[in-house]
């Protein structure tokens, strides 16, 4: 079935290091992916998508792009802050359906 | 502004007991979500909502009751069947089914005493 897997954390950075988060992911014909970020507290918000092979998802110096070959979307920041300290989703809704299918997520820490 | 309130933020319940959380969105939005949260297994969809008097079962089903008499209102009862409600729970719109953008609100947490 349609799945998401994401690296497991927590991960804990400090302020001005880069940032990978790697999310693979398993579905039948070609689905849209997306990361969203969850802040202490709160709801999901949406971070970034893509929604076809190739593109690229950028928001807040945030990137990820839609690799098919490899059924990739991992999620880099080249210089984090403490801001950025939550935990981040990663999800796809196939196109022949309509639920999203959630990673279990990733803690992500950034101390000063 | 627009947006998903949920209610109530923290709830206390005694086993065997019903509770009924409450999601309430104004942003115009056909289809709407219940997701459960726990630890180290993301969010697994409860019940969804396409229109108004309609809503199908998600994974996790069980245990679980919902209604759509109204556009803006998709409340979430957890029944005493549920074996294990503890959790955070997580209601969310989209603007039609299918849609690429999941509104969330900030979520209720229940705890079974």
């Known amino acids: 079935g349609d799945s998401v897997t994401q690296m497991e954390g927590p991960v804990t950075l400090s302020e001005e290091a880069f940032l990978t988060i790697n999310c693979t992911y398993t579905a039948t014909g070609y689905p849209s992916l997306f990361w969203y970020v969850q802040y202490p507290g709160e709801g999901l918000q949406l971070l970034l998508k893509a929604t076809k092979a190739d593109d690229k998802g950028s928001n807040k110096g945030f990137e990820a792009t839609y690799r098919k070959e490899t059924t990739s979307f991992h999620l880099e920041k080249g210089s984090v802050q403490v801001s950025d300290s939550a935990v981040y989703f990663c999800?796809?809704?196939?196109?022949?359906?309509?639920?999203?299918?959630f990673g279990t997520g990733t803690s992500l820490t950034v101390i000063p | 502004d627009g947006g998903i309130t949920q209610s109530p933020k923290y709830l206390f319940r005694k086993e065997g007991q019903n509770v009924t959380l409450s999601c309430e969105q104004n942003l115009n939005h056909d289809a709407m979500y219940w997701y459960r949260q726990d630890p180290g297994q993301g969010l697994r969809l409860i019940y969804y909502?396409?229109?108004?008097?309609?809503?199908q079962k998600g994974d996790i089903a069980e245990g679980y009751s919902v209604s759509r008499e109204k556009k803006e209102s998709f409340p979430l009862t957890v029944t005493s069947a549920q074996k294990n409600p503890t959790a955070f729970y997580l209601c969310?719109?989209?603007?039609?089914?299918?849609?690429?953008?999941?509104?969330f609100g900030a979520g209720s947490r229940l705890t079974v005493l």
């Open positions: 969310a719109s989209s603007i039609k089914a299918g849609a690429n953008v999941l509104t």
């Open positions: 999800a796809l809704r196939t196109n022949t359906g309509n639920q999203f299918y």
């Open positions: 909502s396409q229109i108004v008097n309609d809503f």
